[in-house]
């Protein structure tokens, strides 16, 4: 005999109740997986003149590497460029992220692209490049990198979070980098891989 809820049961009442329990509980992450919160996220286009870089990276544990994707699109939701990176190397997920982010900001500087708004899904990266306290962990001299490379080459650039519903594009460009070495850049086109996430994205988007 077991102990439950101080009243004594047998192990298979124990067994039944657990499985009625996980099963309450798997259905309420189900149904906060479907609320219209999480449903509504979805990719906002820049205001007309600007450029959104939304920006994601990939980490690829078998072949000990990570991938990074950016797309460029303007404020119709047109695609100005894109481009995947391959990196060898282990690093912390934060870290691959604002790897990304600084691959966002040097891809765009080389777009001659003045103003700017680079978007991606993770909150703590977004939140430490946009706050002005040290942080001398490896996230933060990347970040800082980051900082002294936008020093006069931008009229205006800003840094915003999204949820991973607004950046499927991104995300998917950078699950793709395992597949080639070094980069590769489309230039006014969005590559096969990510066309479908292109195309649910500009029909929902509100221009």
């Given at each position: 005999m077991?102990?439950?809820?101080g009243i004594?049961?047998?192990?298979r009442e124990i067994v039944d109740i657990t499985g009625r329990l996980f099963t309450d509980?798997?259905?309420a992450l189900q149904d906060v997986k479907a609320t219209p919160d999480s449903m509504q996220m979805k990719w906002h286009p820049p205001p007309l003149g600007s450029f959104k870089a939304n920006v994601d990276g990939a980490t690829f544990r078998e072949s000990r590497s990570v991938g990074i994707g950016v797309i460029v699109r303007d404020s119709a939701g047109q695609v100005i460029a894109t481009v995947v990176k391959h990196i060898e190397g282990e690093f912390p997920s934060n870290v691959v992220?604002?790897?990304g982010v600084q691959f966002a900001v040097l891809f765009v500087w080389d777009l001659g692209l003045q103003s700017v708004m680079v978007e991606g899904?993770?909150?703590?990266?977004?939140?430490a490049i946009n706050s002005q306290e040290?942080?001398?962990?490896?996230?933060?001299?990347?970040?800082?990198d980051v900082r002294a490379s936008m020093t006069g080459h931008f009229g205006t650039i800003t840094f915003g979070h999204t949820r991973r519903e607004g950046n499927k594009v991104a995300d998917g460009l950078a699950r793709n980098a395992q597949h080639i070495e070094g980069s590769m850049v489309w230039m006014e086109e969005i590559p096969n891989c990510v066309r479908d996430q292109y195309l649910t994205e500009l029909s929902q988007c509100s221009l």
């Amino acid at each position: 005999m077991l102990v439950f809820e101080g009243i004594r049961k047998g192990t298979r009442e124990i067994v039944d109740i657990t499985g009625r329990l996980f099963t309450d509980y798997t259905n309420a992450l189900q149904d906060v997986k479907a609320t219209p919160d999480s449903m509504q996220m979805k990719w906002h286009p820049p205001p007309l003149g600007s450029f959104k870089a939304n920006v994601d990276g990939a980490t690829f544990r078998e072949s000990r590497s990570v991938g990074i994707g950016v797309i460029v699109r303007d404020s119709a939701g047109q695609v100005i460029a894109t481009v995947v990176k391959h990196i060898e190397g282990e690093f912390p997920s934060n870290v691959v992220e604002a790897l990304g982010v600084q691959f966002a900001v040097l891809f765009v500087w080389d777009l001659g692209l003045q103003s700017v708004m680079v978007e991606g899904d993770n909150l703590e990266v977004i939140n430490a490049i946009n706050s002005q306290e040290t942080n001398l962990s490896a996230l933060g001299l990347i970040l800082e990198d980051v900082r002294a490379s936008m020093t006069g080459h931008f009229g205006t650039i800003t840094f915003g979070h999204t949820r991973r519903e607004g950046n499927k594009v991104a995300d998917g460009l950078a699950r793709n980098a395992q597949h080639i070495e070094g980069s590769m850049v489309w230039m006014e086109e969005i590559p096969n891989c990510v066309r479908d996430q292109y195309l649910t994205e500009l029909s929902q988007c509100s221009l």
